[in-house]
């Protein structure tokens, strides 16, 4: 429904709809491109996005959008809609006199992208200012591993400017970045993110002691 209020708002800023080349979704998430088919409509401009989620767009996939979380009660309408144009890592967009390049940084999904501009940083959903990041679930593709080197590669790159999906632009902190990498890390051994994990060290330990014969340590009883 917010289509047409995010129209009104790029009119309000002298913008011609008929400038629009591109309309590019960054990754396959519903709050982001739920309303894909219907902006196509209007700005009569190509789709363009990854390979890697170009499927979960055609095809309008629930999952894998996020657009039916029934545990919770959430079913939003996903329309599919065709991707014109496949963006890869190193692809260079150019928008007047400027130029962006195009980042694969996969982790929170599969197929997310993020924008180069001189020292600024479109950043997707890899990092907040408060130092979260995009919702990690095995349902959608995320990959904790693919997402700590997505971190690690804005952190190392040069830019000075992060510029995400969710909240306000803010200036990169190093600081911050790296203790949202060692909470990352930690993520890798905790039952806590089910498949997404890579391991969870207790229950290696619990199935050697019972293998051995050995009875948990319950102190006094």
């Known amino acids: 429904e917010t289509v047409g209020e995010i129209v009104d708002l790029i009119r309000g800023m002298d913008f011609s709809l008929a400038n629009c080349r591109m309309i ?8 982001h491109i739920q309303g ?3 902006a196509k409509e209007i700005f009569k401009a190509p789709i363009a996005a990854h390979p890697d989620c170009s499927k979960a767009l055609e095809e309008g996939d629930p999952i894998l959008t996020f657009a039916s979380i029934k545990a919770q009660g959430i079913e939003i309408p996903m329309k599919p809609v065709k991707v014109d144009r496949r963006l890869s890592e190193g692809d260079v967009i150019t928008v007047g006199d400027q130029s962006l390049s195009v980042w694969h940084t996969p982790g929170h999904a599969a197929g997310q992208l993020a924008f180069k501009m001189g020292d600024a940083l479109f950043s997707g959903d890899n990092i907040y200012k408060d130092g979260c990041v995009g919702v990690i679930d095995a349902h959608h593709g995320s990959d904790i591993v693919q997402f700590i080197a997505s971190i690690e590669r804005i952190r190392d790159d040069d830019s000075v400017f992060l510029l995400p ?6 200036r990169k902190d190093k600081a911050v970045l790296d203790a949202t990498i060692q909470r990352l890390r930690g993520y890798l051994q905790m039952a806590d993110f089910g ?7 207790l229950l290696d330990v619990w199935e050697r002691d019972v293998m051995a014969g050995r009875l948990p340590n319950l102190g006094n009883i």
Do not use: E, K, N, Q
Not at 24 to 31: E, K, S
Not at 165 to 170: L, N
Not at 195 to 201: G, K, L, Q
């Open 24 to 31: 590019i979704a960054t990754h396959a998430d519903a709050d």
């Open 165 to 170: 999906s969710h909240g306000p632009a803010f």
């Open 195 to 201: 498949t997404c994990a890579t391991s969870w060290p």
């Open 36 to 38: 894909l088919a219907r």
